[in-house]
């Protein structure tokens, strides 16, 4: 039975959790939400296991920055995850997540120590819609969290 | 004062100084037990309601049965468990000491943390893997769309009064979270038993159906009682398991004891809560079995046990005077409901803990005071409850001495001081002359308002009658304050447009003018709280009425309406204020600097405010030094700390609830003064940004020098408008012999004559504090009194902890303040 | 007696050593004797003083600024140049934390009764009342009297705290009759020992005290500080025996000596601290004292 943190071996899901890793002990988080969003495809796509967080769930998250200089759109549906790097008309989003900087975002979705009140005074994160949808993603968030600080 | 021994205290000693935890029983191995317990989440009854609704509940039924129906499910399957010796049966969760799920409400916060809770650094909450992944593949997502706040958001369209209450930092909505904040009528449960409850449901159910054709109402009404029935009967089910299980313990029981205590409590589930209750041990243990009950449908916020010397009285006396009950039995299981109420705690997701922890579940416990007839009520029981306190020292219950000082005998009063005086936090002081004319200012008849309960914190309630939901509002005073200085904007917010645009500050030409501005931003903010509440409470109607609840209450039953549409007696809804203190001292800082004295401008103020008082040292000292503070008798203070609470009182009194009741403004604040003050900016009272607001009603940190003037300050505060109750924390480091406390009793006792209508208590130093603090492995008891309940200290949070520690203390034998230790300043508000 | 207005160095509230109950103590300004071990030293002086909190200091130099008559050092323990001085109150006035206080203020007699009256509650529940002390209340024996009466009138139990140098004629008809307690200092008995450690002759203060015990004796109850090595000498403590026995007292109420005293005493520049001692006298030693005592007065 394979161990819910397995990914069994694969060339491409192991960089991706390298660097994940890394953004995770990086200070600015360069690139969080890619690569955060990349890995979840990743694993969702080897891992059974973790795909049963999505069977299904249809759920459409919009990610932006302030400025909108950068629009994620990640769309769950069909047991799968499809990212796109800009809003989709087709798509109602559940929630939608304004951040100032990758910082903030990994913040907001992971832990330890994670600095919400800091978050809070520096405005750092705004939320519009549904905050379960938030709370579902932060979780398996925290999950791939787990995965790439344990795995070797 | 009484002069007549009033017949209902028997007790040659009412200190009760023979009994102690080593000569009752296993009370004492319960309480090691208890403290020592480590929180685990439960999910066993998010698992059954959910199952229920998800899985077999019929969609086109109403809201009210198909509650009724889980609520049945559930306590049909919850397992009978027992974990100790306790003398009672019954356990809150499926866990010595859990943390239940409410999913419906806020229970899907820990959703991030299902992997992490158990091992996070402050409170962790374990959760085994497997019900982690129940909550998330099996409960949660069912809950999604559905949970309280997102169907308010659904059904009202997102407005901006939810977006505000998002930001946090303006108000909390605590319908989001919770109604729970009452009082039951555990009464009526003792006295009639659930069989006779359902009885008189399904007659009123017949006799509305019986009619033929049936208006809205009456099928609503119909429908309303049978799904009390329904409920009920989920209790009578649970009870009856509790039996079986008992018994069946008995017979695999080895130890003589324990046997015949299964036995026992075989006997007694097989009879209440079904049946009406016939001696002591069946009047407890129906009364836990029905606050387990109530749990199940109400999550665990300040469900308060009311009056229990006077509910449980009877069976008391009766069992004494025939024999069957000796003190020695009945304080044993006093003891052991005493630590039942502590079997669970509040789910808790991280920033919560963060910004607000350490408080507990507070189910308030209220003794003493007057009888409906205005007599007094203190009894043997009300002196057994106290010594069960004094010796247990556990966090809950929260336990509330009522006086009347023209009635109650003053003996009560002092041994009332004494047990805070040993216990040095607990029971907090309430003033019946103030709380009943304040109720009865409500509209509330005077022999209801006589028997008033505290619902926890200090709420005041017209026990079982009064559906108050008396957290619905927990506003942020110096909110309005900031939006006022910067013209609907707060720092914490930056550049956004918050509030109307009440005019530039370098505009205003005298106090009036501030005060309409402050006054403006302060209505406009309470009526922004109080739309989110109507939709809340809407929602509630339509998603979660409360038949169980409703069965065990006054008032329902005759209305054939859930409390939920305002079936109970009287309605209200409360909402408490954070940083009163804070928010009067500043204002009166302006009026004196800026209009009276013109020393300073409100530009300059606001601009050193922004810097944090840096490069303004003058101003600062002269802002946190020389201008009025409340806790004192400057008539400018005076007459501030008057008129906001006279504005509070008419704007709130103004709207009427979703239910037909009035909101009521209280003063009180959990830890939340804690969390807004981090997130707030410095303020004109010479506060610097990031500090925490003063607790409640209680005047500032430090500023209040004198003793004397603090109390005399606080009380003359007018009770009438201050209907939803108040917090009032006092500090002095020790109480050392008979003369301190005869004066510390005196203290309050004028404090009450002059209208106070609450007092509470810590009897510790500075340098304890602080020592405990830095040492925390050297008191891991240490109980402290935080703004209306008790927190163990260990368990607070590092804010929540200086906060405690620089509350002023009073030296009662000068009168003073006693000077905080030099090596902390740094901790205090205006440093 | 005294020419200038009575000035009111501090109003102490809920105080629980000057009397039964619950009390709000009135410090008068000024005191005929200059007691080297005086714990408020500051109301030795008739006339206004500032006082100065040290620890509130925020080093602004404000007071400097204002003063008119060059009596600040800003650099000094001391702030206030006490020779300089003018106790004019610009210095108060403008200090920012209010670390600069001016010490006596002038209250009409009514606005002082207000003033006790706000404790009006604390009273009641506590058999407390009004204490009068100082410094000497009887320096201003007509003002004292006004206020006594008035208290006396809406039924406020009132002490005075005296160290027995007043006129004893104007004392009995305008005091005595409106207080209900008079607690009379007896602290040296050898006259040269008086003199030396108090400033004054302590002849008329013996002769008062035998006045008050003749005429109201179950009003005056005698106090006496013990001051290590100075009141505490077994000369004193069977003198002050014996006089106590002769004017018909069998108890004393006995004052403990607060080292803390010297810091005071030195920010407010008075004389003698070379002969207080500093250290706290041991349980042990006022357990003796006390005894001695007890065991001279009831020989």
């Known amino acids: ?39 979840m495809a990743a694993v969702l796509f080897f891992n059974a296991r973790y795909r049963e967080n999505i069977k299904r769930f249809d759920a459409c998250y919009v990610f932006r920055t302030a400025d909108d200089s950068m629009v994620v759109t990640a769309i769950f549906r069909h047991d799968r995850l499809e990212v796109w790097p800009h809003r989709r008309k087709d798509a109602q989003p559940n929630i939608i997540i304004t951040f100032q900087n990758p910082k903030a975002l990994r913040n907001l979705l992971l832990a330890p120590k994670a600095d919400i009140l800091g978050s809070m ?3 750092e994160v705004r939320l519009e819609g549904n905050l379960n949808y938030l709370y579902k993603l932060a979780y398996m968030a925290r999950r791939l969290q787990l995965i790439a600080t344990r795995a070797v | 004062m009484a002069s007549v021994a009033s017949p209902a205290v028997t007790l040659s ?79 809150t969760t499926s866990k010595p000491f859990g943390a239940p799920v409410y999913p419906e409400l806020t229970g899907l916060t820990i959703w991030p943390e299902l992997d992490t809770m158990s091992t996070r650094e402050k409170n962790p909450q374990r959760i085994s893997p497997e019900d982690a992944e129940e909550l998330n593949l099996r409960i949660f997502p069912y809950w999604m769309e559905r949970n309280v706040l997102e169907t308010t958001r659904t059904r009202c369209h997102n407005p901006p009064s939810m977006r505000l209450f998002e930001r946090i930092v303006f108000f909390l909505a605590g319908k989001a979270g919770a109604v729970s904040h009452t009082v039951p009528c555990y009464r009526l449960g003792l006295e009639k038993g659930l069989n006779a409850i359902m009885a008189e449901a399904a007659a009123r159910e017949a006799a509305v159906r019986g009619k033929g054709t049936l208006s809205a109402e009456e099928a609503r009404q119909a429908e309303f009682w049978q799904a009390v029935r329904i409920a009920l009967q989920g209790i009578v089910n649970y009870a009856g398991n509790l039996s079986r299980k008992a018994a069946e313990l008995a017979e695999q029981e080895a130890n003589p004891a324990r046997k015949a205590n299964f036995v026992r409590m075989a006997e007694v589930c097989s009879r209440v809560p079904a049946n009406p209750a016939s001696s002591f041990r069946e009047a407890l243990n129906a009364i836990w079995i029905l606050h387990i009950a109530v749990h199940a449908e109400n999550i665990n916020m ?156 200090v709420e005041l309630s017209a026990s079982g009658r009064s559906y108050d939901s008396s957290s619905s509002i927990l506003f942020n005073l110096p909110a309005v304050l900031e939006l006022t200085l910067y013209n609907g904007k707060r720092p914490v917010t930056g550049e956004e447009q918050i509030g109307p645009q009440t005019g530039d500050p370098a ?41 169980l609840l409703s069965g065990l209450f006054e008032g329902p039953m005759d209305a054939g309406r859930d409390l939920i549409f305002g079936g109970a007696l009287y309605n209200s809804s409360g909402a408490t204020h954070i940083g009163f203190a804070d928010t009067v001292d500043s204002i009166s800082a302006i009026e004196k600097a800026v209009f009276l004295e013109r020393k300073y401008t409100l530009p300059q103020i606001i601009e050193a405010l922004g810097k944090d008082f840096a490069g303004a ?148 130093s500075y340098e304890m504090l602080l020592d405990a603090k830095a040492h925390p492995e050297n008191y891991p008891e240490l109980l402290v009194r935080v703004s209306g309940y008790s927190a163990y200290f260990k368990d607070l949070n590092d804010a929540m902890k200086e906060e405690i520690i620089t509350r002023t203390a009073y030296d009662l034998r000068t009168g003073s303040a006693v000077a905080f230790p030099e090596r902390a300043k740094s901790m205090l508000p205006g440093n | 007696m005294s020419a200038g207005r009575p000035l009111i160095a501090n109003i102490r509230r809920f105080s629980l050593d000057d009397g039964p109950g619950i009390r709000t103590t009135v410090f008068f300004k000024g005191c005929p004797l200059a007691c080297i071990w005086c714990h408020n030293p500051e109301c030795q002086s008739e006339g206004p003083e500032i006082g100065f909190h040290s620890e509130l200091c925020i080093h602004c130099e404000s007071c400097a600024r204002a003063c008119g008559a060059g009596a600040i050092c800003p650099d000094a323990a001391q702030r206030v140049n006490r020779e300089a001085c003018t106790a004019c109150g610009d210095c108060a006035e403008a200090c920012p934390p209010a670390a600069l206080r001016m010490i006596g203020t002038y209250y009409p007699p009514g606005q002082l009764v207000e003033l006790i009256l706000r404790d009006r509650p604390f009273f009641d529940v506590s058999g407390g009342g009004a204490t009068f002390s100082g410094g000497e209340p009887a320096m201003h024996i007509e003002y004292l009297s006004g206020v006594l009466e008035e208290l006396k009138r809406v039924g406020i139990h009132t002490a005075v705290q005296t160290c027995g140098l007043y006129d004893a004629a104007a004392f009995t008809q305008q005091v ?55 009141t505490t000498t077994d000369r004193n403590l069977r003198a002050a025996a014996r006089f106590l026995r002769e004017t018909g007292y069998s108890a004393c109420q006995l004052l403990s000596y607060n080292p803390g005293v010297i810091a005071k005493r030195r920010t407010a520049g008075m004389p003698g601290l070379e002969e207080l001692p500093e250290a706290l006298p041991g349980v042990e030693e006022q357990r003796r004292w006390r005894e001695t005592f007890l065991e001279y007065l009831a020989a």
């Not at chain 2, 080593?22 to 403290?35: D, W």
């Not at chain 2, 005298?510 to 929602?539: H, M, P, V, Y």
């Not at chain 2, 940004?689 to 505060?717: E, H, K, N, W, Y």
């Open chain 2, 507 to 547: 505009s205003f030409r005298s106090f009036e003018d501030f005060w309409k501005a402050f006054t403006g931003q302060l209505g406009w903010l309470i009526e922004q709280a109080i739309e989110l509440n109507e939709c809340l409470g809407r929602t509630h109607q339509e998603c979660l009425p409360t038949p």
């Open chain 1, 121 to 123: 005074l520096r405005q």
């Open chain 2, 302 to 457: 300040a469900v308060s046990p009311g009056r229990l010397d006077q509910i449980l009285y009877p069976y008391y006396r009766r069992d004494i005077d025939s024999g069957s009950l000796a003190v020695q039995e009945a304080l044993e299981l006093l003891g052991c409901l005493w630590l039942k109420l502590n079997d669970n705690t509040n789910l808790v997701p991280e920033t919560a803990e963060e910004l607000f922890g350490g408080a507990g579940t507070v189910p308030a416990v209220t003794v003493g005071g007057v009888d409906e007839n205005g007599q007094d009520a203190v009894n043997d029981l009300t002196y057994l409850m106290l010594r069960v306190t004094e010796l247990l020292k556990t966090r809950d219950p929260s336990l509330n001495a009522r006086y009347h000082y023209q009635v109650n005998p003053r003996e009560y009063r002092d041994r009332v001081a004494e047990v805070v005086a040993n216990t040095k936090a607990v029971p907090a002081f309430y003033n019946d002359v103030a709380a009943i004319a304040t109720l009865e200012n409500q509209g509330i008849p005077t022999r209801h308002a006589r028997d008033y309960s505290v619902i926890g914190c």
């Open chain 3, 176 to 230: 005595l009759p409106y207080a209900d307690l008079i607690y009379f200092d007896v602290k040296l008995l050898d006259p040269a020992d008086h003199w030396k450690y108090t400033g004054r002759p302590n002849a008329a203060i013996l002769r008062n005290f035998r006045q008050l015990a003749a005429t109201a004796r179950s009003k005056l109850v005698p106090r006496m500080p013990l001051i290590p090595g100075i």
């Open chain 2, 13 to 91: 000693d009412i200190q009760l100084v023979d009994y102690t935890l080593e000569t009752l029983g296993s009370l004492g191995e319960l309480r090691t037990q208890c403290l020592r317990a480590r929180a685990q989440v439960c999910i066993e009854r998010a698992k059954y309601v959910t199952e229920y609704l998800r899985d077999f509940s019929v969609p086109e039924e109403s809201a009210e049965l198909r509650r009724a129906r889980a609520m049945h499910y559930f306590l049909s399957n919850k397992a009978p468990l027992f974990f100790d010796d306790s003398l009672l049966a019954g356990t």
């Open chain 1, 1 to 39: 039975m394979t161990h819910p943190l397995e990914l069994g071996s694969n060339l491409v899901a192991d960089k991706l959790v390298e660097k994940f890793r890394e953004c995770l002990e990086s200070e600015v988080a360069e690139g969080f939400l890619t690569l955060l969003l990349d890995l």
């Open chain 2, 617 to 764: 040292e003058e101003l600062h000292a002269y802002l946190l030094y020389r201008t009025p503070k409340y806790g004192t008798d400057d008539p400018v203070a005076v007459k501030n700390s008057r008129n906001l609470v006279a504005f509070l009182y008419e704007t709130y009194q103004r709207h009427v609830n979703y239910r037909g009741g009035r909101y009521r403004p209280a003063y009180w604040t959990m830890t939340n003064h804690a969390g807004q003050g981090k997130l707030a900016g410095a303020l004109p009272n010479g506060r610097k940004a990031g500090r925490v607001f003063a607790s409640g009603i209680t005047p500032v940190s430090q500023a209040a020098a004198d003793l004397a003037g603090c109390l005399l300050g606080v009380a003359s505060l007018d009770a009438l408008q201050i209907p939803g109750g108040e917090a009032f924390n006092l500090k002095y480091p020790a109480i050392q012999d008979q003369d301190d406390l005869k004066r510390f009793s005196q203290a309050i006792e004028a404090y009450f004559q002059c209208g106070g209508i609450q007092i509470q208590f810590n009897i510790m």
